[in-house]
Every structure is written in structure tokens, then in C-alpha cells.
């Protein structure tokens, strides 16, 4: 069993050049942590790579792919393999965390938050980044909630919302704060919190919302300050 999926059409077979490859991710990377996927574009990333725009779009056919490409190659550089299934949910949970652990420390904390914000507004280059990198450990796979509630670990029904909405949020909030993650943490945070929480979800009894890190929670659609007006 493989958890890892297709990959997108993304790059269009140029033949590399690595030193321009470097540049490239450099600045995509930067100036998406400097100013958001929005001011993300060929143009900007031309220029400041000092190349050409044309030498970009024989590349990628889109921001999306170009973007997708950038972080394969810096933050997700280490996790693009399959996740080889563990015996236990235990083992799974804690090798997603584990993966989501490393890509976060290979970025910077603008960096991953706006590829967050970005993947809020744009849940298609969050489903392309989880497909390309596969997986990124950000979202709990549902062959894993499959293979758990086979072994008898898990209840049917079981729903991806306390991994999805929990764990990613918390690496992230650690990680801009400069505090250690390490595999005492992730142990404790797996045993105490997800698990217990991934059994109680088969037994809600109401359908749970999309987690933060599942690529399509619901967006506000009213303004919180008009609503006691």
C-alpha cells in the first residue's frame, strides 16, 4: 500500500541548469515570504534572478506549477518519497509528523505561513503541493484511516479533522516561536492528543469540518466586527 499519489504536469522536460535552478527557487521562495503568493509572477521572479521570463515559461506553464516546483525543490526537498506504511497507526501518525517536522525546519516560518494563506485561497495549489511531495504529512491520508480501522485501531468512520486541524497548527506556531520539536513532543502530542481525538470522531455523531491543514476549510464570509452591529 503507497500513499503517495500522481504527480501534476509541472515542469515541461527542459534540460536543467542547476546553478539557474538554484536562483530560481531562491526567489520564488523569497518572495513568496516577503510578500505573499499573489505577488508571486514570472516578471518578479525574473527579475530577480536576473534571467529571463521566456527561460520561466519554457519551464512552467503557471505561477502554481512554478510555485509547486520551488518548494519541492527547497522546503519539501527531503520528504518527496512514499510514506512506507507502519504496522500501527501509531507508526504512520508519527511518520507524517515527523515529515511535516523536517519540511517545516528546511523554511522559514513566513515562508510556510504563506503557503498556508495561500493554500486557503487556492485550494488547488494545496491539493498540487500534497500530490507533488507525497505526502507532505500536513493532512492524514485516508488509506491510513483505512488500513487503522482494518487492524481494529480505529472505529469506521473515523474522521481526518483532529490531524489535520491540530497538527500542522501547532508545528507551526512552535516553530515561529523557536520552540524545540522533537520526538518526545511528537510522541506526546500523537498518544495524548490525536489519537484519542481521531477515536472520538467516529463517534460524534456530527459531520466534523475540514481541518486548517486540509486544504478547504470553510472561509468566513462575514465581517466579524459588522456582526453585533
Known amino acids: 500500500m503507497s500513499y503517495r499519489n500522481e504527480e ?21 521562495l523569497g518572495i513568496l515570504a516577503e510578500h505573499g503568493y499573489e505577488d508571486v509572477s514570472f516578471e518578479a521572479v525574473a527579475r530577480r534572478c536576473q534571467t529571463s521570463k521566456a527561460s520561466l515559461y519554457r519551464r512552467w506553464g503557471s505561477k502554481r506549477d512554478m510555485v509547486i516546483a520551488a518548494v519541492k525543490a527547497g522546503p519539501a526537498r527531503h520528504s518527496t518519497s512514499p510514506l512506507p506504511p507502519g504496522d500501527t497507526l501509531r507508526e504512520d501518525l508519527l511518520a507524517l509528523a515527523r515529515r511535516l517536522e ?26 498540487a503541493i500534497e500530490n507533488s511531495t507525497g505526502p507532505t504529512g500536513a493532512r492524514l491520508p485516508q488509506a491510513v484511516i483505512d488500513a487503522a ?10 474522521s481526518p479533522f483532529a490531524f489535520e486541524e491540530v497538527v500542522g497548527s501547532v508545528l507551526l506556531l512552535r516553530h515561529a516561536n523557536g520552540l524545540a520539536v522533537d520526538d518526545a513532543y511528537l510522541s506526546a502530542l500523537v498518544d495524548t492528543v490525536i489519537i484519542p481525538a481521531l477515536v472520538a470522531s467516529a463517534t460524534s455523531g456530527t459531520t466534523l469540518p475540514a481541518g486548517l491543514f486540509s486544504g478547504h476549510p470553510e472561509i468566513r ?6 456582526e453585533n452591529s
Open 149 to 158: 480501522v482494518a487492524r481494529g485501531e480505529l472505529p469506521a468512520g473515523a
Open 221 to 226: 464570509t462575514t465581517d466579524p466586527t459588522r
Open 102 to 127: 523536517r519540511t517545516m525546519a528546511a523554511s522559514d516560518t513566513g515562508t510556510a505561513l504563506m503557503l498556508l494563506q495561500a493554500g486557503l485561497k487556492d485550494p488547488e495549489l494545496c491539493d
Open 8 to 28: 501534476p504536469p509541472g515542469a515541461r522536460g527542459r534540460p536543467r541548469d542547476a546553478e539557474l535552478e538554484r536562483r530560481i527557487t531562491a526567489a520564488v
